[in-house]
Structure formats: C-alpha cells, structure tokens
C-alpha cells in the first residue's frame, strides 16, 4: 500500500488505529500526507474526509495526553487523603488510650487516698481514747477538802466531817463532769482538724486530677489542629505542583503542534524540490548522448537517497526525544470515555442527592439526645431536722413508748424495708441512745411531727456513721452520714422510684455511682457535685446508648452513641451535640468520617455509599456543598461543585 492510500480496516466505517502517543503522531503525519496528495489529485471529497478525520486524531491526542496527568492526579489526591485519615486514625486511639490511662490512674490514687484518711482517723481517733484519761486529776481545794475531812474525823467531830464528805462527792462529780466534758470537746476539735486536713488535701488531688485532664485535652486540640494545618499545607503544596504540571503541559503540547506543522512544511518543501529536480533532470537527459543520460540518472537518485535519509534521521531523533520524556505512572483510575455521549448539563443531580432526605433526616431523629432525666436527691429544708429542741435538761433518762407513725409514705417504705442493721464495730464506738451536754449521742431513732424517721448512729447531736433516713414524701437514704451530711457511699430512692447507689459528698453524689430510673433509663459513671461528670455510660429504654465522656450534666468530649437499629457515631461532643472529628456508620453500609458541628456534616468529610461509590469534599448543613468529586463504583470521577446536595456545576 502507497503511504498516500488510505488505511483500511477489517471493519467497514473503522480504523486499526495506533495506541501509543508515538505511533498516533506519525498515524496523524501519514493522514495529512494523505489529505494533500488527494487535494492535488482533485479528490476533494476524500480530502475532506481526511481533514475531519485529522482533526478528530489531534483532539484524541491531546485528551489522551491530559487524561493520563489528570489520573495520576487524582490518584495522587486519593493517596494523600488516604494517609490523612490513617494518621487521624492513629491519632485519635493514642489519645483516647492516653487519656484512659490518665482516669484510672487518677481515681486509683484517689481511692488510695481515701482509704489512707480513713486509716489515718480510725488510728487518730483510737490514740485519742487512748491518751486522753478518763478520770481528772483532783483540783488543789479537793485535796484540801479531804485532808480537813481526815482532821474532822481524826477530832471525832463525825458530823461536821459528814457534810464536809458530802461537799467533797459534789465536787467530785462537777469536776468529772467538766473533764468529761472538756474530754469529749478536745476529741470532737482534733477529729475535726483532722478532717478539715483530710478535705483540703482530697479536694487538692481532685483539682490537680481536672486540671490534668484539662490539659490533657488543651494538648490534643492543639495537636489536632497542627494535624489538620498540616493536611491542609500538603494539599496545597500538590494542587500548586499539579496546576504547574497542567501548565507545562499545554506549553508542550503547543510547542509540538507548532514543530508537527513546521516538519509538515519542510516535509512539502522537500518533495517539491525533489519534483521539480526529477523533471528538470529528465528534460535535461533526453538532450545529453547516453553515457551522460546515465551519470545524470545516477546523480538524481543520489538526491533521492539523501533526501529520504534526512527524513528518515529527523524522524528518529523526534521518537528519541519523546521517549526521553518521564513516563506516567501504570497503576491509575481509568475513565471510561464515549464522544457520542452528550455532556452532563446544570441540571445534573448525584445518585445520592437523597442521602441527605432521607438517611439524615432518620439520623437526626436519633442523635437528638433525649433529655438526661436526672432527678437530684432532695435536700430536707425543715428548720426542726436534727434540731434538738427535745433535749431534757438533765441527764435523767425517763422511758416513754414510741410514737405510731401514722405517716403512710413512711410507714409503706419502712414495712417494704428489712430491720436497720448496726454495725458490730461502731457499737462498740457507741452506746445506746443517751444525751450528753444536750445533745445525742450513740445509736438510736428519731421521730420528726411530719413522719420523718431516721435510725442510725449519732455523734455530736448529728447523724454520723451508718443512718437511715426516711422522709414523709417516702423517699429515703441508707448509707454513711458525716455531721448531718450524706457522705461516704448510699443509696437514695427518691418519691418515684428513681434510684442512685454510689458515693456520696456533702448531701450530693460525687464520685462512682449508678442511678436507675422508673421509665428504665441507666447510668454508671463519674460524678461531681450532684452531676454526671468524667466518665460514664447511660442507656435509655428505647435502646438507645452512650459511653464516654460528660461535663456538668452533658455529653461533652469524646464518646461513643450507638442506636438500637444498629447505627453508630464514634467522635467528639459539645453539650449534647456531635461537633469536631468523628464517624457515623449506617446500618445499610454507608459510612461518613468526617467534621461535624451542631450534629449535622460541617467542613470536610469522605461518605462511602453502600453500593461502592464515594464522595469527598464539602459540606455544610449535613449536605454536600461546595467543591467535591463523586467516584464511581467503576472508577469513573465526577468533579465539580455541590449545592445543598446537588451537582450544580461539572469541572
């Protein structure tokens, strides 16, 4: 076949066309050689088909050119975004075992701590006993008293001596009276310091524990945002480095357009002087006897040869300087492309413009936190409660029957309760009910006009120890008291059944606790000040469930919701609310892992549907706004900008 022929195919209306770069160039060389030789010859209908054709291969060139960059691009993109969450990933579960580790460490130095006080005033109050003599010294006018008691008798004066014995038992017994007295006052003032010491340094270690962990997550924050300028900073170093590629890459391609058409020109130029030699060469051998006929022929095929080895070594060092060229990376996302099928209008709209109708619209439903039902203990405010404005004048106990109590609350709490039981070891710390200065001492029960009722121990006219109280609403305690106040570890049923068991502080729960409510809601965690506080997990009766952290009564930090049909968030809380990084997994497959804020999709995030297709890019307002791209299940890219879940715009 003459290279100005046109190609054939085994297929009628096709062409065996090239599929290197190289070899579609030289395939664009031969067409054009093609289109002119049928210009000259007056086939113009043929050279018309073969300009269209031309015009075709060059613009197949050049998107084959770009189509290679743009995929290495994205793959480079993928790359990126890929050790971007991996990092984020590692991230998050080094600071979430750091910060674990920190809680368990500070709550078993603060359980340390509070066994060491209570050894500390067990051993404080025994050495007290202990040191302190139970009977007083004799004042000098006892002594005196006595030695003029021995005179009187000595002088048979029996009934003066008699009376001054009676005066010496009286004073006898004041003076024991106030030493025991001031026994007593002395003990209850040295408990008392020991406490307050013991208060002071409790609440020091848990300031130290707050601020430890306050800084903990100051430190990660920080952390967090180096982490996030950091991605930040290398996708912009490689959108600049791949926008500079696209640009040296259309320079190129002008270049060689512009070297196509000047090897086209020279190449016409040749073959013209090579006609033109050829035919003044043969006028000039039919005039010339035979030998120089032949010299002459020998000399034009000489032209001949140099001319086809000049085109020849051009053509060679074109396809030595495009092999020189770095070749594109193998492994990339091919893009199915169709010239017949019509471009995506404006009008376009994802396949998953309906995740945020529907799927979002059940999620918010559920991440709505439903209202934390936490009832507080209440506090009793009756200016009678364990007051002592009973209290006998004397130390003279008189026996008196006890009062019925004919409140029914208290009556019904006390019927459905087993009998108070007392301590083996404080008893002996404890006498039986008794008064001393005007105020209760040891164990016994008190009745309130209002049916309160409380059994238990006393110490200094107030509940200390183990006690019982159940008020007139019937809600009641059990547990330890210090000076009239919850605390140590109890249990309060409140008026409707809602039940808390745990630590307590100063008539509120602090500490480790669980509570139970009537409608069947749970939580077992940490508490501060009467509210969920630290670490903790409540599980409502819907099913719903949330384990991690809370801050003054709300869901507050990192932590982990999880819905009965099998959803899923794992991330960061503010008051209630997913805000920060974290991930929602549906229970259809799809899965988001992303920012949040206000407990829908803000700022950047990467959604993997359920049938294999993604999108990265934008959000705002829990849908895909801003710029982004939508990858096929196949492979295939759709890159442009979303409007409140809608492409509106294709790059």
Known sequence: MSQFQRPTSSRKGTFNLP?????????????????????????????????????????????????????RHCTEKQEIEKAHLEEFNQFNQFWDQKMIEFDNEAQKVKEQTLQRHEDELRQFSEELENSLPVKPKDSAELLALR??????????NYLEAHVLQSRIQGQERDEYEKWTSCRQQKI???????????????????????????????????????????????????????????TRLDKNSKTQSIMQQSRMNQSRMQQSQARDENQMGSA???????????????????????????????????????????????????????????????GFTSPRSDLNDKSMTSKNELTKVEPLKHRFLQQESDSYLFKNNDAPDSDIAIQVKEPDITNQNVAKVLKSLPPFQYDPDLNKKFNDWQWRNKQ???????????????????????????GRLIRSDGSYYEGDWLDDLQFGFGKN??????????????????????????????????????????????????GNCYEGNYFKDQIDGFGTYKWPDGQVYT?????????????????????????????????????FYADGKTYKGAWHNGKQHGKGVLIEADG???????EKGKLVQQE
Not at 147 to 156: D, I, N, P, R, S
Not at 298 to 327: F, G, K, M
Not at 329 to 340: A, G, L, M, Y
């Open 19 to 71: 599929t290197q770069s190289g070899d579609l160039e030289e395939y664009i060389q031969i067409l054009y050689d093609h289109q002119k030789s049928c210009e000259k010859a007056g086939k113009y209908l043929e050279a018309d088909q073969a300009k269209k054709r031309l015009a075709e291969l060059k613009k197949e060139l050049e998107i084959k050119n770009k189509g290679g960059v743009k995929d």
């Open 147 to 156: 030695k003029t008691e021995e005179q009187l008798a000595k002088q048979e």
């Open 188 to 246: 209850r003032n040295l408990i008392t310091q020991l406490r307050q010491k013991q208060i002071n340094e409790l609440n020091a270690l848990t300031q130290r524990i707050l601020s430890g962990q306050e800084e903990q997550r100051k430190i990660r924050s920080q952390e967090l945002e180096k982490l996030l300028q950091k991605y930040q900073n290398v996708r912009k170093e490689l959108e600049s480095q791949q926008t500079q590629e696209i």
């Open 284 to 346: 000039c051998i039919k005039k010339q006897p035979h030998p120089q006929r032949q010299q002459q022929q020998r000399q034009i095929q000489s032209r001949q040869s140099q001319s086809t080895n000049l085109s020849s070594h051009q053509n060679t060092q074109r396809r030595a300087s495009e092999s020189q060229q770095p070749q594109q990376q193998t492994n990339q996302i091919q893009i199915k492309e169709n010239s017949s099928k019509p471009l995506l209008n404006s």
């Open 440 to 466: 209760k001492q040891g164990k016994g029960r008190q009745y309130w006009p209002d049916g309160t009722y409380y059994e238990g121990y006393w110490l200094n006219h107030g509940a200390n120890g183990k």
């Open 493 to 542: 049923v409140d008026s409707e059944g809602n039940i808390y068991e745990g630590e307590w502080k100063d008539d509120e729960k602090d500490g480790q606790g669980t509570e139970k409510w009537v409608s069947g809601d749970t939580y077992s965690g940490q508490y501060q000040g009467g509210m969920k506080h630290g670490k903790g997990k409540y599980i409502w009766s819907n």
């Open 571 to 607: 991330g960061e809380w503010v008051k209630n609310q997913m805000y920060g990084k974290g991930t929602f997994i549906w229970v259809n497959g799809n899965k988001y892992e992303g920012d949040y804020k206000e407990d829908k999709k803000e700022g950047y995030g990467v959604f």
């Open 636 to 642: 295939m890219e759709i890159v442009g900008v979303w």
